[in-house]
């Protein structure tokens, strides 16, 4: 029987996802207009922060938090060197390096002791990356950061729903940002936003929004002013409404969506828990996990990884380590042995399908087909 290819990752939409578009677009304000502020108040007042901004992408906003640090050319940021592009490039975009950190072997979670090693007079902040969606070990971080007086940039673009104590992913940092992006924990299709508690990080990434524009298109219509001034060089990186209304909607299941992929990654957790072969990652504490990817290690990845493919299975490997992309190697001269840890890793890495909708069936599928493989290689 040939299954249905069965994706890592894919969103949930529902009718009343649907209706929420629909309404949008009968609204008469696709974009600039109150949903946009229900969605940045919505998410925020979720996540216990007192400021969020909508951006036209996760991308965007990492954007924005660099540009809202003013680094100059040669300024430094660390960031872990397992993680999606998009948290190194933002660094490239505002023409400061990224300096790559080794991560944890059991949980490819930055390292807070290799951090240590890599500040320098030119280093400004660090971009913490809640890999897989488990948070990083914020204590640290935050330790580190203030005693060598750096900004804290986290990436919670896997982690949106975890928690720690009482904090929610996205308020650890002085600048966090979530994507919304189909395969993350909701979508707007593409979409980002920044959290922050800073007045003045927020105001400046709203102006950086919208071309370096003083007001926004709602407060000039109120006011009935023509005039704005611009100072810096922005964007166009705003979120429309159509897109905040369906993140809207989105944002209710939430919660259910992360316990659901919770009680999938416990069951995958106990299906491998006496194989000499699969070895998930380490979950440090439940509560701090939103499971947006479910990572195991094991050997003759490529092999593995073929054949899941040939039964359908969609299976991924996150991420190749960023220092050995060509663009990194070219632009600033890394190279392997950089960070022997994520290169190690990166060569027994295996996502297998995690998603609020896969099906018990399909899950038993992917866990015997992964069984029979590694037992045969
Ligand atoms: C998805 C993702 C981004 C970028 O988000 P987009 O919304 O796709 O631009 C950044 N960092 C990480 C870790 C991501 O997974």
Redesign the pocket.
């Known amino acids: 029987m040939a299954k249905k290819y069965i994706p890592y990752s894919t969103q949930s939409i529902s009718q009343q996802d649907v209706a929420a578009v629909i309404s949008a677009l009968q609204s008469g304000w696709l974009t600039g207009g109150k949903t946009v502020e229900n969605f940045e108040k919505a998410v925020s007042e979720y996540c216990r922060v007192p400021y969020g901004t909508a951006l036209s992408?996760?991308?965007?906003?990492?954007h924005a938090c660099m540009r809202a640090l003013h680094l100059q050319p040669g300024d430094e940021v660390i960031v872990p060197a397992i993680?999606?592009i998009?948290?190194a490039n933002a660094v490239l975009y505002e023409q400061a390096t990224p300096v790559f950190c080794d991560v944890s072997p059991d949980t490819l979670l930055i390292n807070p002791e290799q951090i240590k090693k890599h500040i320098s007079a030119k280093t400004k902040a660090v971009i913490a990356?809640?890999?897989a969606g488990q948070l990083c070990d914020y204590e640290a971080l935050i330790g580190i950061c203030k005693e060598a007086d750096l900004y804290l940039v986290a990436?919670c673009?896997?982690s949106l729903g975890a928690s720690f104590g009482d904090v929610k992913s996205g308020a650890f940092a002085d600048l966090s940002?979530l994507?919304?992006?189909p395969?993350?924990q909701i979508t707007t299709g593409?979409?980002?936003m920044v959290l922050t508690s800073s007045k003045s990080f927020y105001e400046d990434i709203r102006r950086f929004r919208n071309h370096g524009i003083s007001l926004d298109p709602a407060q000039r219509h109120k006011l009935h002013q023509y005039t704005y001034t611009i100072d810096e060089l922005g964007y166009n990186y705003r979120l429309t409404d159509i897109q905040s209304a369906l993140g809207l909607s989105q944002l209710h299941r939430l919660d259910s969506w992360v316990s659901k992929r919770r009680t999938i990654a416990e069951r995958y957790d106990s299906e491998f828990s006496n194989s000499t072969s699969i070895t998930p990652l380490t979950c440090r504490n439940i509560s701090g996990h939103a499971y947006?990817l479910y990572v195991i290690k094991v050997p003759q990845r490529d092999i593995v990884f073929t054949k899941m493919r040939e039964r359908n299975i969609g299976v991924n490997v996150?991420y190749l380590p960023i220092h050995l992309h060509n663009l990194y190697r070219k632009k600033i001269g890394t190279h392997e042995g950089l960070c022997p840890i994520a290169e190690e890793s990166y060569s027994s890495i295996l996502s297998i399908p995690i998603f609020p909708d896969l099906s018990d069936d399909d899950q038993q599928y992917i866990i015997d087909s992964l069984k029979e493989i590694t037992e045969a290689l």
């Open positions: 992408s996760g991308t965007a906003a990492l993680s999606f998009a948290t990356v809640d890999f990436d673009c896997h940002v994507s919304f992006h395969v993350k593409e979409g980002g947006h996150h």
